[in-house]
Nanobody, 125 residues
């Protein structure tokens, strides 16, 4: 059983940066597909970034060039570095994990059985 706990959210001005962390326990993340999702009020949850066991990362178009997903297997922790933040980035951000390869699961919510509680990101204009 995988437990995920996000941290690092907060309130920043447009153009600012935040670094989110996702601490995993109960299982090593080495061979898991790890992803970051976000959900704004009244909107569906959407995939932001994912990283596979080999370190290959994939991003949603709106965050390409601004966000970077990474992981530290030794610390069993996933990260999301968010730069040049925009008001439309405001959302609850969730860490997720799947035992299946990232190519198979993509950004499909239902393909990720493990989720964190979320951390709030608010970007003001």
């Amino acid at each position: 059983q995988v437990q995920l706990v996000e941290s690092g959210g907060g309130s920043v001005q447009a153009g600012g940066s935040l670094r989110l962390s996702c601490a995993a326990s109960g299982y090593t993340i080495n061979n898991l597909c790890m992803g970051w999702f976000r959900q704004a009020p009244g909107k569906e949850r959407e995939g932001v970034a994912r990283i596979d066991a080999d370190g290959r990362d994939t991003y949603e178009d709106s965050v390409k060039g601004r966000f970077t997903i990474s992981k530290d297997n030794a610390k069993n922790t996933l990260y999301l570095q968010m730069n040049s933040l925009k008001p439309e980035d405001s959302a609850m951000y969730y860490c997720s994990a799947s035992p299946n390869n990232c190519f198979r699961v993509g950004f499909g919510n239902h393909n990720y059985p493990y989720w964190g509680q979320g951390t709030q990101v608010t970007v003001s204009s």
